[in-house]
């Protein structure tokens, strides 16, 4: 735990304007980011007497152990480029609201050349149209039921486009009316954009002119006694009705509104926002986060409205845009999302009216969704505590392992041997940190010289770190491998931290507790490792599959968790979490080096160039006698790449040529 004033900058030192600071801890890491109108006024506030700081503000500054800064211009660069640096080095200590669950969208893929309606999650992806996102799936295809009988957009995969345009037969949705059939030709492409446009139309809340024109029509038909034609406008008018009855109106005037509220208390909050398009509620999500940082209401606001509409633009960010809160000062926020948007944004709190009740019910949402996670919260929390607890007690530790890495070895009959490093922090999985290895120190099976190999490696890596920050002096005797990677590459400049922007690059942070897949001679060579590098503030375990026995190193008996501990079964999920990503990352080996040919050993030789020469010369077989000339008449094909190609299928043997064993004959090679 560091003291703030270890690092405190000399007075004068820090500008008075505007920017943005980021604290890091020992490590290199940055543990918050923040911004302010005067650097100045703000950082001088961290520095005060310890005492007087909030608990959770003296926890940050006791656990970073440097602060720096960067000027901007104005208060709006400062909004953006904490956004930024939020999202890139996901501080510790900053407030993230995190989906509990990913919300489905209604998504209309207008940049392909036929539109396709779909369900689509996860993040959003360019030249395709969102709407929502709803509840529930279910919902959102329900909808479309009703609207596909009036716009008769594609819903289709590719390939069972693909295939329908093959055998030039649509599919069922095509026989009863639900597709324009755009696979067959019954529309052009220029046609069925138009139907997507108005499907998106429709879903924006354009709906009344559309309804009209449909009534129109049914009139007109009507009176020119085309009566079946009257009565199947009369049923998509119906259709369409009952599609927006699901969406009552909510507000009047057609309003763009996005509505937003907050649930809170000392340690958590809950955000709700409903998202009003034409007066109808179009869509909600809510969020809930751990308030790791001293911040109000308006503070919490702000952070919403930057996760929310910081990868947005375009009509994506309403016109409207209805708080409980204004951060202070309000116009940098509300010129940001106006920015956004490319037009105004009216950023304010309600105060009376249909707005405001509706702001009420957003309200309710947020605290019936905080009482909720807390009640499911509260088991999690207690039952991670109480595993790592067991652990610790079971291993003699001193205090709860918070950091656990696992690590496991996997080949196929000696063949393409791996091993994986899985990470879990406080109990749970952290999978921005697993890392994969490959075996490189010998040839064959061996999975007690793979984990010790494996173990070496990370924890060279780690010492590396400490090294460079001057934490730990190497031994005169292994000076000379100090420069040496954990894989056997030279270490990259500043160590495992970029030196740029400061996140690490490889095994930058040491655990409190390391597991190994296996018994007492994995555990006795992860051991070996450690001792070698004089690793020994690291706890050491191992879990046989066997009998699920935990063995420590040196110990001639295991441990012998109940089976119904806790504790157990956390280490069995971290060893199961490292027995699978080494597995899948062993089957991704073994499939590629099962489809390998000869042009995949080619230096810079991409698959798209492959793919070229294959198609020119319709076989690796005619590609291997052809001259550099010819094969330089490929589209990207220089010179030198040409050489290499002749280079490597002169090198490689050809392949045996098929016989037909009923005929004898000799089969040529096609491809």
Request: hydrophobic share 40%.
């Amino acid at each position: 735990m560091a003291d703030p004033s270890s690092y405190r900058p000399a007075p004068g030192q820090i500008p008075d304007s505007p920017g943005v600071y980021k604290f890091r801890d020992a490590h290199g890491r940055v543990v918050y980011v923040g911004k302010a109108k005067s650097l100045r006024q703000r950082l001088s506030s961290y520095f005060q007497d310890v005492a007087g700081l909030h608990p959770r503000t003296r926890t940050m500054v006791t656990t970073a152990a440097s602060v720096e800064w960067t000027v901007v211009g104005t208060e709006v660069e400062a909004l953006q480029l904490e956004y930024s640096w939020i999202k890139e080095f996901d501080p510790r200590f900053n407030v993230k609201y995190r989906d509990d669950k990913s919300y489905p969208s209604l998504a209309v893929t207008m940049g392909e050349e036929f539109p396709r309606v779909q369900v689509m999650r996860g993040p959003k992806k360019k030249g395709v149209r969102y709407f929502g996102p709803y509840a529930h799936a279910w919902a959102i295809r329900e909808t479309v039921d009703l609207l596909l009988r009036v716009f008769p957009v594609r819903t289709c995969s590719n390939g069972v486009f693909k295939r329908a345009a093959q055998v030039g037969r649509p599919c069922l949705l095509g026989y009863i009316d639900k597709c324009s059939a755009p696979c067959v030709g019954r529309v052009t492409p220029a046609e069925h954009r138009e139907l997507a446009e108005e499907f998106c139309d429709f879903m924006a809340g354009r709906t009344g002119a559309h309804l009209r024109r449909l009534e129109q029509a049914m009139k007109d038909a009507a009176a020119d006694m085309e009566y079946e034609r009257a009565a199947r406008l009369r049923d998509d008018i119906e259709a369409l009705k009952r599609a927006m009855e699901k969406n009552a109106v909510v507000l009047a005037d057609a309003t763009d509104a996005d509505l937003i509220a907050l649930a809170e208390d000392e340690l958590e909050a809950a955000v709700q926002i409903f998202h009003v398009r034409g007066g109808r509620v179009r869509g909600q999500r809510g969020w809930v986060t751990d308030k790791v940082e001293a911040v109000d209401t308006a503070g919490l606001v702000e952070h919403a409205l930057q996760q929310l509409y910081g990868e947005e633009s375009g009509e994506a960010v309403p016109r409207e845009v209805l708080v409980p809160a204004l951060p202070d000062p309000v116009a940098p926020l509300a010129q940001w999302l106006g920015e956004r948007r490319g037009s105004r944004v009216d950023l304010r709190i309600p105060q009376r009216g249909d707005k405001k009740d509706l702001m009420d019910t957003v309200r309710r949402n947020a605290e019936q969704a905080l009482a909720l996670h807390k009640t499911k919260r509260a088991s999690d929390l207690t039952t991670r505590s109480r595993a790592l607890e067991e652990i610790a007690e079971a291993l003699g530790l001193d205090s709860a392992p918070l950091r656990i890495e696992c690590f496991d070895i996997s080949h196929l009959q000696g063949d393409d041997v791996v091993a994986s490093m899985v990470v879990f922090e406080d109990g749970l999985p952290r999978k921005g940190e697993y890392r994969r290895f490959q075996i490189k120190g010998f040839a064959g099976q061996d999975d007690v010289r793979s984990m010790h190999e494996v173990v070496s490696r990370r924890f060279r890596r780690y010492l590396s770190e400490r090294q460079r920050t001057g934490e730990w002096e190497p031994p005169a005797e292994d000076a000379a491998a100090d420069g040496a990677a954990a894989d056997g590459a030279p270490e990259p400049a500043g160590g495992p931290l970029d030196p740029e922007t400061g996140r690490p690059r490889r095994f930058a942070y040491p655990p409190q507790l390391v597991v190994v897949d296996g018994g007492q001679p994995q555990v006795a060579a992860a051991k070996r490792a450690l001792d070698e590098l004089g690793v020994d503030d690291v706890a050491l375990c191992g879990l046989a599959k066997r009998l699920e026995e935990v063995w420590l190193p040196g110990e001639d008996d295991p441990v012998v968790l109940p089976r119904t501990s806790e504790g157990l079964y956390l280490l069995q999920r971290v060893r199961d979490e490292a027995h699978r990503f080494a597995i899948s990352y062993q089957r991704s080996k073994r499939s590629k080096s099962m489809t390998a040919g000869p042009l995949d050993a080619v230096p810079g030789l991409g698959e798209t160039r492959r793919r070229a020469l294959l198609k020119h010369f319709g076989s690796v077989k005619r590609l291997r006698g052809a001259t550099i000339e010819q094969i330089c008449e490929v589209p990207g094909v220089g010179r030198t790449t040409a050489e290499a190609v002749a280079a490597a299928l002169t090198g490689s043997a050809p392949a045996a040529p098929a016989v037909n064993t009923a005929t004898g004959e000799i089969i040529e090679e096609e491809q």
